[in-house]
C-alpha cells in the first residue's frame, strides 16, 4: 500500500528485482504480440513474414527475430489505406482521443487513435514520473500547454488528478497571464518545454516577478525537447525559477513517457521498464548494444490497445546505464542524460563518433560563449572540425586562454580527436528559437 510519503508510485514494481522485472516483462510482451497477431492486418503480417507468428516468442533472442519498425513504414502504412492504415487493432469507433505528431519538422504528420484503456494508461505512465519528482495530491501543478491536436502534456494533466493535485490547465493564455496566475494560484509545479519554461522565467522578470523569492514553486517539469537534460540548461532553469527542475521524454506514437528523472536528480531518466522494453540497438547493424555505449532507442510498448508498438525505431540517441547507477532504489534502468539527441546527428569525424549535442554540453559550461557553430569539412582528404564561437561582449577570460581549454575540452571527451576552436565576430552566427541547427557538413556526399 502506498502512502504519500512514499518515494514510489508503483512501490512494488519499481523495486522489484531485475529478474522478476525481465520475466515480468517477457510475459507482458507475450501477450502483447498476441494480441497485436489476433487484431492488427499490419502486425499479423509481420509477424508471420518474421517467422514468429503469434506465440513463436518464448525467449529475448526470439522477440529480437522481430524486425524494428520504422516511422516511414508506419507512414506508408497509413497512405496506403488512410488515415490510420491497417495497424489498428480495435474498430476506430472504439477510440476516444485523437492525435497527431507536431510535424515540426514539416514532415506528414502521424494520426494516432486512442481508446479508453490506453488513456488509463496514458495517465499511469506519466504518474510514475511525476511522483517520482514529488508531485502529490496537496501539489498546484500549471501546465503551460495549448491543449491542442498535439499529445504534450495532455497524459501529464490526466496524472494529476490521479495524484489527487490541483489542476491549473493555461489553455490559451498568454505568457504574460500564465506568470501571473502561476504566482497568484501559488502553483507548487510549472510543466512546460524547456524554450518556454525559460521564456517564462523571462517574463516573470519583466513582470517584476521573482519567483526565487517568492519560493512557492518546488519543482519545474520539462519535456517535448532534449535540452531538458543538458545540465547546463537544467541550471539556468534551476536558477531562474529557483526550483529542481527534472526531465520526462515523450512521443505521441506511443501517448505517453518511456523515461522519467526522479527526486535524486541522477543525470539521466528512468526508464518505466514494466510498461516498455526499452532496447539500444547499433543504428546499422540493429544488434543490441552493451551498457555504457551510444545507439537507437527501440521501444516495446505494452500499453497501446488501439494501435500495438513492436519494436519501434525512435531514431533517438541514447546511451543506457544500470539502475543503480541512481541511489533511488528504483530497478528501472537509466538513459544517461536523458534524449542525447537523434541517430542521423552524429557525424563520423576521421573515425570518431561526434554528436552535436555532447559538444553543446561541453560549449555551454563556458560561460563567455555567447552562442557557437559546427563546421565538418574535407580539407586534403582529411576532414576537419571546427567549433566557431562567438564570445560575449565584456567576458573576462582572454581568448588565449579560453580557445585552448575549449579545444582541449572537446578533445578529452572524443578519444583525442582534435577539434579545432575558432573565434567568430560578435553577431555573425545565426541564432534559433526552436529546433536548433547548429551543424554545417560541408562534406562532399
Ligand atoms: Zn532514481
Known sequence: MKTVDSPYWNPKIETMPKEDLRALQLVKLRATIAFAFDRSPFWRARLEKAGVGRDGVRT????????????????????????????????????????????TTGRTPLRVLDGPRDWQWISECWAYGFWAFGVRPADVVFFAFSYGSFIGFWGAHYACEKIGALVLPSGNMTTEARVKQIAEMGATTVCATPTYV??????????????PKLGTVKRVIVSGEPAGSIPATKRLI?????????????????????????????GGAHVIEDHFVEEVLDPETLKPVPYGTPGERVVTSFGRTMIPVLRYRTSDLVVKVPHDRCGCGRSFDLY?????????????VRGTNVYPRAIESIVREYAAVDEFRIVVERLAEVD?????????????????????????????????LRINVERAECGTLPRFELKARRVEDRRPR
Open 384 to 416: 576537419e572540425l571546427t567549433v566557431r564561437v562567438e564570445v560575449r561582449p565584456g567576458a573576462t577570460e582572454p581568448w588565449d586562454a579560453l580557445q585552448p581549454r575549449l579545444a582541449r575540452d572537446l578533445a578529452d571527451a572524443h578519444e583525442g
Open 60 to 103: 529475448w533472442d526470439d522477440f529480437r527475430r522481430i524486425p524494428p519498425m520504422t516511422r516511414a513504414e508506419w507512414m506508408q502504412a497509413q497512405a496506403e489505406k488512410p488515415l490510420f492504415g491497417d495497424l489498428l487493432a480495435r474498430p476506430e469507433g472504439h477510440a476516444v482521443r485523437y492525435h497527431l505528431t507536431s510535424g
Open 198 to 211: 525559460l521564456r517564462m522565467a523571462q517574463a516573470a522578470r519583466e513582470q517584476g516577478i521573482d519567483f
Open 238 to 266: 534551476e536558477e531562474m525559477w529557483g526550483a529542481q527542475c527534472a526531465d520526462t521524454a515523450g512521443m505521441t506514437e506511443l501517448g505517453t513517457i518511456m523515461m522519467f528523472e526522479c527526486s535524486k536528480q541522477p
Open 336 to 348: 544517461e542524460g536523458g534524449i542525447l539527441g537523434r541517430v542521423d546527428d552524429m557525424l563520423l
